[in-house]
């Protein structure tokens, strides 16, 4: 069991909950993971932000 401590109204309390195993992939494409990242300073490229992909099942 994990703890997690949150704040409420100033008055700091501990909150449990358990964490159960994430099903992986069993085949390529079956589970895509995407991070956002943005908006960001512009750069020589004007590009201010930026998408990932990341396949659950390679790892790549």
Known sequence: MK???TL???IEKLK???TRERE???R???IIH???CGPL????DSF????TFLGDYTDF
Do not use: I, M, Q, W
């Open 48 to 51: 201010r932000s930026f998408v």
């Open 41 to 44: 300073d512009t750069t020589s």
């Open 3 to 5: 703890k997690l401590a």
């Open 24 to 26: 992986r992939a069993t």
């Open 16 to 18: 449990f909950y358990t």
């Open 8 to 10: 409420s109204s100033g």
């Open 34 to 36: 995407t991070h956002v």
């Open 28 to 30: 390529p494409l079956e």
